[in-house]
Structure formats: C-alpha cells, structure tokens
C-alpha cells in the first residue's frame, strides 16, 4: 500500500514539473500595454503669439502573458496623434 501512495506521488509531481516545464517553453506573447501620463490637458499656452509646439513625453509599458516584471516597451511603440498640427 505504501509503495503505491508514493508512486502516484512520484508520477503526480512528474506532471505537474512536466506542465511547468511546457508552459515555459512558450514565447512570450504581450496582452497589454500601459501608456503615461493619461488624460492630459495641456493649459496655458498662447499659440497666437509664438510658435506653439507643446511636448509631452509618453511612456509605454508592456505586459505579458506569461506574467514576470513589466517591459518598457516605449521604444518598440508607433506613437500617433489626431490632434491638429
């Protein structure tokens, strides 16, 4: 009887390891992506007397499906804008 619960012991943590081991193979796939500042609002500025180009500086941060710490990923995004020019 002993001999049989530490076999299925042994043959339970054998797939459990095994399945670990299967989800790590996988490549990393991102699933979302966190960009900041959020909701700016850009107040103060006279654009009719001087050229009027406010930056802001934006920061992308990416997250992945297999979890681990967040990836800037601000230099690997296209950064748009509908805003007039």
Request: proline share 6%.
């Amino acid at each position: 009887m002993k001999a049989f619960v530490f076999r299925s012991i042994g043959i339970a943590a054998l797939c459990v390891s095994l399945l670990a081991l299967l989800s790590c193979g996988n490549d990393q796939r991102l699933v979302s992506i966190v960009v900041s500042p959020q909701n700016v609002t850009i107040t103060g500025v006279d654009c009719t007397t001087a050229p009027c180009q406010p930056t802001i500086q934006y920061k992308a941060i990416g997250f992945y499906n297999h979890g681990g710490k967040p990836k800037d990923i601000t230099g690997q995004v296209i950064w748009t804008t509908d805003a007039p020019s």
